[in-house]
């Protein structure tokens, strides 16, 4: 049986997913004083995005340990990160922030990850459905 095939990897990406978004977003509302000059990113954007990560975070670690996790809620988590991710690489292409080096790579190394958090979602969601059906 392949990773992908596992009866919980569903329940795995979405525990990964709240971790990830927990960790990411206690850093960005934490630390954005510090991160400022490194990344060239606003502290007050650094500080909205990490405060708004972190609810997100409880939901989907409650999703995540739930007897059954529900299929609409995991379509939500899906469609967050996926706006989560465009969202990331439209504030680069709009030049609404001028971030540095770092920065840049921050933005698009963070927006990847969510992008392939989603689409493991995706899998994992249609992969439980094939197995009930």
Not at 56 to 77: H, P
Not at 109 to 118: P, Y
């Amino acid at each position: 049986m392949s990773l992908f095939e596992h009866p919980s990897f569903l329940r795995r990406v979405l525990l990964a997913d709240a971790a990830a978004s927990t960790a990411t977003g206690a850093l960005m509302l934490f630390g954005a004083s510090m991160l400022e000059p490194l990344l060239g990113l606003p502290v007050s954007l650094m500080q909205i995005a990490g405060a708004s990560l972190l609810p997100f975070a409880a939901l989907v670690a409650f999703i995540a340990t739930r007897e059954r996790i529900s299929g609409r809620a995991v379509w939500l988590v899906i469609i967050v990160n996926a706006v989560w991710t465009v969202d990331s690489i439209a504030l680069l292409l709009t030049g609404w922030v001028q971030p540095t080096l770092l920065g840049n790579a921050f933005v698009i190394g963070q927006a990847l990850a969510v992008g392939v958090l989603a689409e493991l979602q995706y899998f994992g969601l249609r992969r439980a459905r094939m197995a009930t059906a």
